[in-house]
């Protein structure tokens, strides 16, 4: 009835529905007819034609709005229309409270954000220098990006987050750490030495509307790593793993040797082995014999460093713009790199359908981990003496935290799977007054239990995953 053409309403549709959930809901509804209205004055349909207008779909407006308001407060039930929604319902109201309650946000993870729920899928690079990913990453877009330098050296001296937006620019670290709309307020906790060594990257592309590509320096091996990073590698590719859906790790057949700054960095990725897929990038510069050989001791190498009883997928391949060098592959070289590419694709294409299962496991994750804390927290009170020898008894409990992590756990029957590492925490907890920390609260956390075992079940049951 609006005499646009079938192609001008399939972008209408795609614009509305910014959820990608495959159905308008009363929100997106409005956001269609405003776009319609104005396609028919004869604007572009695009989402720059909308914000202009001022007409933002107003849904994304009133969900920021409930992380605004007073902790723990009910949000009506009519106003949740979508999974994110019901996670983002049950975080304010059961999840954020206990949170914030026992301090998770200094020992684990910052308070989640608006923008953390409705972020895009993201895919992190990591490797030493020069193994090719900024090469990569331009191979999938098909074009480079702004800011992209590529070189033998280490280049890329910076985290970069390349994402889509309306023109090809780069956005300083400081400025996108305070940006409300996207999902990166978490790193300002490692300061100015680390933003300044970030940026944004933003270009129209149709892939980079589904998926958020992070690349990374060079991790460093030899004498190079001598020289201290101002800020804290590990911990900034640890808080990037836990917001990732699938990591990276990208070697070179003449680099396989995995230094002391990679082991650190690899074991920063704990917890996260499901997102974990190696690439044995610029394969066609060895032969078939010793491409053999190079995979076996690629293997051996990450046996030492993945404590894992799995082989992790090693896909084999050159991923970049030019032809397969076919005099060192040989012809059964050109099929395996085409197939390993193909499964790599494949792999990386299921990325945005497995989006919404990933955020409601993290989510879970996250949940039985503030649990964990919360009994650690008030079990540290309540060993606290009323009155005397408070210093001693704090010291007492630091020295025998793995002992108090142990009667935690036999106490209240918890998975030992749930608890943290006792020497980050023995160093966390170092700076904290042990007296003035909460007691345990019941009711808490049978909230967290509640929403575990009943809220979530019932979401999935309520709505279904936009991509299926």
Not at 400 to 427: I, T
């Amino acid at each position: 009835m609006s005499n646009l053409s079938r192609s001008e309403l399939k972008q209408v549709g795609a614009i509305a529905d910014s959820k990608r959930q495959g159905y308008l809901g009363f929100y997106e509804f409005m956001t269609a007819m405003q776009l319609v209205s104005l396609a028919q004055a004869g604007n572009e349909i695009s989402q720059d034609t909308i914000e202009n207008a001022a007409c933002h779909s107003s849904e994304s407006l009133i969900s920021a709005t409930w992380f605004n308001s007073k902790s723990g407060k009910k949000i009506p039930l009519r106003s949740v229309t979508s999974i994110i929604d019901g996670l983002k319902k049950s975080y304010i109201e059961k999840l954020r409270p206990l949170e914030k309650t026992y301090q998770f946000q200094d020992f684990v993870s910052p308070l989640l954000t608006s923008s953390d729920f409705d972020a895009k899928p993201m895919v992190m690079l990591l490797g030493q220098y020069s193994t090719g990913k900024t090469t990569f990453i331009k191979h999938l877009l098909k074009s480079s990006y702004p800011g992209a330098h590529i070189g033998p050296e280490p280049t890329t001296d910076r985290f970069v987050v390349i994402t889509s937006g309306p023109d090809e620019r780069c956005i300083p670290g400081n400025t996108i750490a305070v940006q409300a709309d996207m999902p990166y307020s978490g790193l300002s906790c490692f300061g100015t030495a680390f933003l300044s060594k970030f940026e944004c990257s933003q270009m129209p592309h149709p892939l980079l509307e589904h998926v958020t590509f992070v690349d990374t320096p060079g991790v460093l091996s030899g004498e190079k790593q001598r020289t201290q990073r101002s800020y804290d590698f590990t911990g900034v590719t640890s808080w990037f793993a836990a917001k990732c859906d699938l990591i990276l790790l990208l070697f070179d057949p003449h680099k396989l040797d995995i230094s002391d700054e990679f082991k650190r960095v690899i074991g920063s990725l704990r917890g996260h082995d499901d997102k974990i897929r190696i690439v044995l990038n610029k394969a066609d510069q060895v032969d078939a014999q010793q491409l053999m050989r190079v995979y076996g001791a690629l293997l051996w190498s990450l046996g030492k460093v993945l404590n894992t009883p799995e082989v992790m997928r090693v896909y084999i391949g050159s991923f970049n713009d030019k032809p397969i060098k076919e005099t060192a592959a040989g012809p059964l070289g050109m099929e395996l790199f085409q197939k390993e590419q193909d499964d790599l694709l494949s792999d990386l294409n299921d990325i945005p359908k497995k989006a919404c299962d990933r955020r409601i496991n993290e989510f879970v994750k996250r949940a039985r981990a503030a649990k964990v804390h919360a009994h650690i927290i008030s079990h540290l009170k309540k060993e606290m003496p009323a009155l005397m020898g408070k210093a001693k008894a704090e010291q007492k409990l630091l020295d025998s935290l793995d002992d108090q992590f142990a009667k935690v756990q036999k106490e209240l029957h918890l998975p030992a799977g749930d608890f943290p590492s006792v020497e980050e925490y023995r160093q966390i907890l170092s700076a904290y007054n042990f007296d003035k920390f909460e007691k345990l609260r019941p009711k808490m956390v049978q909230g967290v239990d509640d929403m575990l075992a009943y809220d979530i079940p019932e979401l999935l049951k309520k709505f279904r995953n936009p991509y299926d």
